[in-house]
């Protein structure tokens, strides 16, 4: 026999099992959803359990150098929601990331969050509670406030809108954000069943009701942590302020094409194929 090796292996580390829709049955889901996976610059404030400290904490999209969390000197913690590491899970991956930061000094930064293992999700961390986002236009919330009278800071804040895609949210739609990218876009964070929603998209595309406004078009939908958005393209120049009313509107009939239980005509199953053919799927 050889001899033995002497070298220690390190532990494999446990996977953490895959969770296709990681924010179901929480309140804030649709916004934690926007925040990860459409929204360019936003934050919001939420609040741990009382198990880690009932402390508040801003969940920003990105912050500066890519870097995951960083606690400022006024003790204030952003943790960004877009640059968690993929175990599978994106509400154990918060979660760990969240855990970590607690502990961060003032001044101090988590650069980038580690691989998660098991252990607590978003449930177990935060108080489960409608949010509010705050949309931005560049990534001024990167500064402090004793930051913002420096002409340095100031200058490299404007440098960043140019990587910024307006956007905004529709009034009294919730899921719904405008954006103007090449054109102006509706993008429509649904919260029910997948499956539902396409059935719901095949009846309305059907019967030629496919969007809120006369010169919206319906361009194809994307899933994104276990929801399906669906996307309209809108008249070139049309704001956000412009939609509430129609959308508003409209979300009566695509709900009740979403809920309806007849079963699809033939039509309404091609239409439906074709929707299915044109999706991609983020993370």
Do not use: H
């Amino acid at each position: 026999m050889g001899k033995q090796s002497r070298k220690q292996k390190a532990p494999k580390k446990k996977r953490v099992p895959f969770v296709e829709r990681p924010y179901e049955g929480l309140k804030a889901e649709i916004e934690l959803v926007a925040m990860r996976e459409i929204i360019p610059a936003a934050t919001t404030t939420v609040t741990t359990t009382e198990e880690y400290g009932s402390r508040d904490i801003t969940l920003v999209t990105l912050l500066p150098n890519m870097s995951a969390a960083v606690r400022r000197e006024s003790g204030e913690l952003l943790v960004a929601i877009q640059t968690v590491t993929g175990s599978g899970d994106a509400s154990r991956d918060l979660a760990a990331l969240i855990i970590d930061a607690l502990e961060l000094e003032p001044g101090a930064a988590i650069q980038s969050a580690e691989l998660a293992e098991p252990g607590p999700r978003l449930p177990d961390v935060l108080v489960d509670k409608d949010i509010e986002l705050t949309l931005y236009e560049d990534f001024s919330y990167w500064m402090s406030d004793e930051e913002r009278d420096r002409e340095d800071v100031r200058q490299a804040i404007e440098q960043t809108r140019e990587n910024v895609i307006p956007s905004a949210p529709v009034e009294g739609v919730r899921g719904a954000y405008w954006c103007r990218m090449t054109n102006e876009f509706i993008r429509w964070i649904r919260p029910e069943d997948q499956d539902r929603v396409l059935d719901g998209l095949a009846r309305l595309q059907s019967s030629r009701s496919e969007g809120f406004d006369k010169d919206a078009r319906f361009v194809g939908a994307f899933r994104a942590c276990g929801l399906l958005i669906p996307v309209w393209q809108l008249a070139p120049g049309t704001e956000a302020d412009e939609l509430g009313e129609p959308m508003k509107a409209f979300n009566e009939e695509f709900t009740a094409a979403i809920n309806s239980t007849e079963p699809l005509t033939a039509e309404e199953r091609r239409t439906r194929s074709g929707i299915v053919s044109r999706q991609v799927t983020l993370r």
